[in-house]
Nanobody, 119 residues
């Protein structure tokens, strides 16, 4: 079984910064890719940023130049550094971890962490 736990959300003023953390754990679990998604009220969940174990990352156009995703392979932890936050970044942010659990490909979601940006 794989567990994914996020932390670091909160309330921040527009223009401010936050760092989200996400740790994945599980006996025999080897991570392939981890990503951050967000869901605002009344909207669909969308990809914010993702990174593979080798360090290659991708970003949604709306966050390019403001957010940075990084991974600590030794800790199975991914971080999302969010700068120049805007009110439209307000959402619940979810972490997703995908990889090989022994011989099976699995994907697991975290419980989500709220990010609120005030204007």
């Amino acid at each position: 079984q794989v567990q994914v736990v996020e932390s670091g959300g909160g309330l921040v003023q527009a223009g401010g910064s936050l760092r989200l953390s996400c740790a994945a754990s599980g006996s025999g679990f080897s991570i392939s890719v981890m990503g951050w998604y967000r869901q605002a009220p009344g909207k669909q969940r969308e990809l914010v940023a993702a990174i593979i174990r080798e360090g290659i990352s991708t970003y949604a156009d709306s966050v390019k130049g403001r957010f940075t995703i990084s991974m600590d392979n030794a800790k199975n932890t991914v971080y999302l550094h969010m700068n120049s936050l805007k009110p439209e970044d307000t959402a619940v942010y979810y972490c997703h971890a995908a990889g090989l659990l022994r011989t099976t490909n699995v994907g697991t979601w975290g419980q989500g962490t709220q990010v609120t940006v005030s204007s």
